[in-house]
C-alpha cells in the first residue's frame, strides 16, 4: 500500500477521542486504503490484533447483515477491559446503521472508524444519534502531489508541468496508478467505477426506472463542465432531442449525483452583496477521468479539466469556493477558509496581450488584499503583475503558500 498521509494524519489525530471518525467520499477514491493505513499505524503504536475488529459490508458475507446483528456480532468481540477499535466500511449499505454506532459508542470502549460512499450517511439519522459526535473527513481522488508519488513507485516521472498533462488526461483514481496501465486500460477502470456507482448509489438506492433520462443528464453535466447552467437549459436541452423533462425532475437528478460524490456543486458569490447566488451555477466532476470514459478524450475539453483539478485541490485543502461575480463579469473562483480568502483565474494558455489584460483586469475589479493569481499552462509563466501572482498550474497544485 502507497501512505497518503495528508490523511491518515488528519484522521489520527482524533485517535482515543470520543469522536466518531466517518470517512465519505466517490467509491473506489482510497477510503478502505486509508482505514488499512490507520490500522497500520495502530499496530506501529503497540495495540494488539485483538483490539482491532474490522467489517466490510460492501461483501457478499456481510452485506445482508441487519443492524442487530451486526451490533451483536461487534458487541461479542469487544475487549472487557481494553479500548476496542473498530473499524466498519461502507457502512451505509446496513440500515440504521446510525443507531449501532451510537450506542458503541455510548456505552462501550470503543475508538469509531466508519466509511460510506453516498453523503446520504451524512443525513438528519446522524444529526439525530451523533450530534457533536462525530469528524467527517471528506476522502478525495489522488492531488496532484499524491499522483506524482504513486508514479514514482513504478515509473521515472517527468517534471511536474509535463506529467500535468497525463494527471488531467489519467485522472486521480488510486487504482490506476498502481502499475503502469494503458489509456484504454484506465477508462475501463474507471467506467466500471462510474457504472458501479450510478447503480449502485442512484439507480438502486433511489429505485430509478427513467436510467436513459439520468445518462443523459450527466453526459450534459460531463459535457459543461466550468459552464454555468440551469435545470431549464439541461430541460431545453433534453426537449431539443425530443426527451420531455421538468425541471423538478433534472433538480432532483443532479441532487442524487452530487449524493454520489459523481458532482461537486459550484454556486456564485456575489462579491459586491456579499451573497450567495441561486442561478447559474457551475459543476464540477470527482475526477477528470470520468469525462473522458464517458464522453472520450478530446483537446477541447482539456481547459475545462484544467478548471476542475484547481477546483478539486482547493475543496481538498478545506476550502470552501465559488464563482466570483464582480460588477464587469466573473472570476473562476473566490476560495475561503475561515479568514483566508483568494482569488483564481485559470486559463489555459494567454494567447494575446488583450486576452492576458482581460484576465487580469477582472482580478483589478476587487479592491482588497488577499491573494489573487492567474494560473495558465505556460511554461515560461511566472511574476507578478500590480498584486497578481501568475504561476503555472502545476506549480499551483504543488504550492505550500495557500
Known amino acids: 500500500m502507497i501512505n497518503r498521509p495528508t490523511y ?7 485517535t482515543d477521542t470520543p469522536f466518531v471518525k466517518i470517512l465519505t467520499g466517490i467509491r473506489r477514491s482510497g477510503k478502505s486504503t486509508i482505514l488499512k493505513l490507520i490500522i497500520e499505524e495502530l499496530k506501529a503504536r503497540g495495540i494488539n490484533d485483538e483490539n482491532i475488529i474490522s467489517y466490510h459490508f460492501d461483501s457478499i458475507e ?21 479500548k476496542t477499535y473498530l473499524f466498519l466500511d461502507e457502512v451505509q449499505e446496513i440500515p440504521n446503521w446510525e443507531r449501532v454506532v451510537n450506542t458503541l459508542a455510548s456505552e462501550y470502549n470503543a475508538d469509531i472508524y466508519v466509511t460510506g460512499s453516498n453523503s446520504r450517511m451524512m443525513s438528519s439519522e446522524i444529526s439525530t444519534y451523533l450530534t ?6 471528506n476522502i478525495f481522488t489522488l492531488s496532484f502531489q499524491e499522483y506524482l508519488d504513486f508514479r514514482e513507485e513504478f515509473t521515472n516521472i517527468s517534471s511536474p508541468k509535463d506529467e500535468l498533462a497525463n494527471y488531467i488526461h489519467l485522472g486521480g483514481f488510486p487504482a490506476t496508478h498502481l502499475r503502469e496501465y494503458s489509456d484504454d486500460e484506465v477508462y475501463t477502470i474507471v467506467r ?98 470520468l469525462r473522458h470514459s464517458v464522453l472520450g478524450y478530446t483537446n477541447t475539453s482539456i481547459a475545462a479539466m484544467l478548471e476542475n483539478v ?16 464582480t460588477l464587469k463579469g ?28 482581460c484576465e487580469y483586469d477582472r482580478l483589478l475589479e476587487i479592491h482588497d488584499n488577499y491573494p489573487k493569481y492567474v494560473l495558465t499552462t505556460d511554461n515560461y509563466t511566472g511574476g507578478n503583475y500590480k498584486g497578481i501572482k501568475t504561476m503555472h498550474i502545476a506549480d499551483f497544485l504543488l504550492s505550500t503558500e495557500f
Open 330 to 357: 466573473e472570476i473562476d473562483f473566490i476560495a475561503m477558509k475561515q479568514s483566508d480568502k483568494i482569488y483564481v483565474q485559470v486559463t489555459r494558455e494567454i494567447k494575446s496581450a488583450e486576452t492576458e489584460q
Open 132 to 137: 457533536g459526535r462525530y469528524v467527517a473527513f
Open 192 to 289: 466500471d467505477i462510474y457504472n458501479s456507482t450510478i447503480f449502485s448509489d442512484i439507480v438502486k438506492r433511489n429505485e430509478l426506472r427513467k436510467i436513459d433520462q439520468l445518462e443523459r443528464i450527466v453526459k450534459f453535466a460531463f459535457d459543461n463542465v466550468g459552464k454555468t447552467f440551469s435545470a431549464l437549459s439541461i430541460s431545453d436541452h433534453l426537449k431539443s432531442e425530443h426527451r420531455k423533462i421538468d425541471n423538478e425532475t433534472v433538480y432532483n437528478y443532479l441532487e442524487k449525483l452530487e449524493s454520489a460524490y459523481i458532482l461537486h456543486r459550484c454556486s456564485r458569490y456575489d462579491i459586491k452583496g456579499k451573497e450567495l447566488l441561486k442561478t447559474q451555477e457551475k459543476f464540477y466532476l470527482a475526477d477528470t477521468s
Open 62 to 82: 456481510n452485506q445482508d447483515m441487519t443492524a442487530k446483528e451486526i451490533y451483536a456480532l461487534v458487541k461479542a468481540k469487544l475487549s472487557p477491559d481494553k
Open 310 to 325: 484547481v477546483y478539486l485541490e482547493l475543496i481538498r485543502r478545506g476550502y470552501s469556493v465559488s464563482i466570483a461575480k
Open 8 to 14: 491518515v494524519n488528519k484522521i489520527i489525530a482524533f
